[in-house]
C-alpha cells in the first residue's frame, strides 16, 4: 500500500500560469481532503471531496481555485493565473469514508511545494 | 463552526525535562480530536486521537494527551523529552457529526535542547 501520493513534489511557476496538484489516496479511500500551509498561518482546510462530488469547498478561495476528484485518477487541485501569494505547500490527505479512518484520522501525503516566481 | 487555538508558536524545553504542548477547541457536538507531529519537509504524521472513552490517551513515541471536556483542552505531554521530539506540532478537531472536515491549529514549534 503506497499511502497518499502527491506529485510533484515540488512545482514552480510564473505568475499567470496555471498550477495542477495531483493526489493519488490510499487505495480503498474515497474521500480526500485538501490542506494549505502557510508559514505564519499553519494548516489550512481547502476543501474536502468524495468521488465526483464535491462535499465541502468552505475554505477555497472563490477566484481562480478548483478541485476535482473523478471517478477514475487522482483528485487535482487546479490554480488558474497564480499569484506570488499561492506560494504554499499544499498537503493532500485521504480516508475511507466520511469523518476519517477510526484509529488513524487522515492519512497524508508528503506534500506539493508550491513556488511562484 | 469548528476551531482550534495552539496558543503558543513555540515550546522550548530540555532533554529529559516534561513537555506540554498546549491545545483548546471549539465544536458543536462531540468532538473528534487528534495530535500530528510533522518534520521538515514531509506530510504530517498521526501521534494519538481522542474518540471516546478514556481522557489519557497514549499515542506514538510515549506522547500523551488528556481531554477536558470542562476546560475544552486536549493538551499534548510527554514526561520526557528527547531532542528528536524536536519538530511542529498540530492540534486538530471535527465535529462527529457526518461531512465536517478535520480543523487544524496553527501548529507549535517544539524545541529540545540537549
Known amino acids: 500500500n503506497a499511502g497518499v501520493m502527491q506529485n510533484p513534489r515540488h512545482l514552480v511557476r510564473r505568475r499567470g500560469q496555471e498550477a495542477r496538484l495531483r493526489c493519488s489516496p490510499m487505495?480503498?479511500?474515497?474521500?480526500v481532503y485538501w490542506y494549505r500551509q502557510l508559514p505564519e498561518e499553519g494548516l489550512k482546510f481547502m476543501v474536502y471531496?468524495?468521488?465526483?462530488?464535491?462535499?465541502?469547498e468552505s475554505g477555497m478561495p472563490k477566484e481562480r481555485f478548483s478541485a476535482e476528484f473523478p471517478k477514475e485518477g487522482p483528485s487535482i487541485l487546479r490554480i488558474q493565473q497564480v499569484v506570488r501569494g499561492d506560494s504554499a505547500a499544499y498537503f493532500c490527505?485521504?480516508?475511507?469514508?466520511?469523518?476519517?479512518?477510526?484509529?488513524?484520522?487522515?492519512?497524508f501525503g508528503s506534500g506539493t511545494r508550491l513556488t511562484v516566481v | 463552526a469548528q476551531s482550534v487555538a495552539q496558543p503558543e508558536d513555540q515550546v522550548n524545553v530540555a532533554e529529559g525535562n516534561p513537555l506540554t504542548v498546549k491545545c483548546t477547541y471549539s465544536?458543536?457536538?462531540?468532538?473528534?480530536l487528534f495530535w500530528y507531529v510533522q518534520y521538515p519537509n514531509r506530510g504530517l504524521q498521526f501521534l494519538l486521537k481522542?474518540?471516546?472513552?478514556?481522557?489519557l490517551v497514549k499515542g506514538s513515541y510515549g506522547f500523551e494527551a488528556e481531554f477536558n471536556k470542562s476546560q475544552t483542552s486536549f493538551h499534548l505531554k510527554k514526561p520526557s523529552a528527547l531532542v528528536s521530539d524536536s519538530a511542529l506540532y498540530f492540534c486538530?478537531?471535527?465535529?462527529?457529526?457526518?461531512?465536517?472536515?478535520?480543523?487544524f491549529g496553527k501548529g507549535t514549534t517544539l524545541s529540545v535542547s540537549s
Open positions: 490527505a485521504s480516508s475511507p469514508r466520511a469523518g476519517g479512518e477510526a484509529n488513524y484520522g487522515y492519512t
Open positions: 487505495k480503498g479511500h474515497s474521500h
Open positions: 471531496l468524495q468521488k465526483e462530488n464535491i462535499i465541502d
Open positions: 465544536v458543536s457536538g462531540n468532538p473528534y
Open positions: 481522542y474518540i471516546t472513552g478514556d481522557n
Open positions: 486538530a478537531v471535527r465535529s462527529n457529526q457526518a461531512g465536517t472536515a478535520l480543523i
